[in-house]
């Protein structure tokens, strides 16, 4: 069974920067696409983005581009989300997710995934 426990999460202030880890465990981690979401009080989870099993190509939310980085170390079987020049709107409950293999287009949609952490929180002060 695939274990993912998410670290990182804190309050910060607007224009600043946190990175996010996503330990995984249980399976073949470089078998997994793995995509981050978050969740803020009173919407809907979304999609913030994801890194490829096959060859860690990266894809993004038009509201994170540029500004969150995600990549991951399959020797430490760990994924990483940096996220700079944070805003308020930013501010949300951030879990990481598994998905085995995939197809680029099921990496947006959050019933493609298999395995959940339990989430970070990340606040961001204006």
């Known amino acids: 069974q695939v274990q993912l426990v998410e670290s990182g999460g804190g309050l910060v202030q607007a224009g600043g920067s946190l990175r996010l880890s996503c330990a995984f465990s249980?399976?073949?981690?470089?078998?997994?696409?793995m995509g981050w979401f978050r969740q803020a009080p009173g919407k809907e989870r979304e999609f913030v983005g994801a890194?490829?099993?096959?060859?860690?190509?990266?894809y993004y939310a038009d509201s994170v581009k540029g500004r969150f980085t995600i990549s991951r170390d399959n020797a430490k079987n760990t994924v990483y989300l940096q996220m700079n020049s944070l805003k308020a709107e930013d501010t949300a409950v951030y879990y990481c997710?598994?998905?085995?293999?995939?197809?680029?287009?099921?990496?947006?949609?959050?019933?493609?995934?298999?395995?959940w952490g339990q989430g970070t929180q990340v606040t961001v002060s204006s």
């Open positions: 997710a598994a998905q085995w293999r995939g197809l680029q287009l099921n990496y947006y949609r959050d019933s493609n995934y298999d395995y």
């Open positions: 249980g399976r073949t981690f470089s078998s997994y696409t």
């Open positions: 890194i490829s099993w096959s060859d860690s190509n990266t």
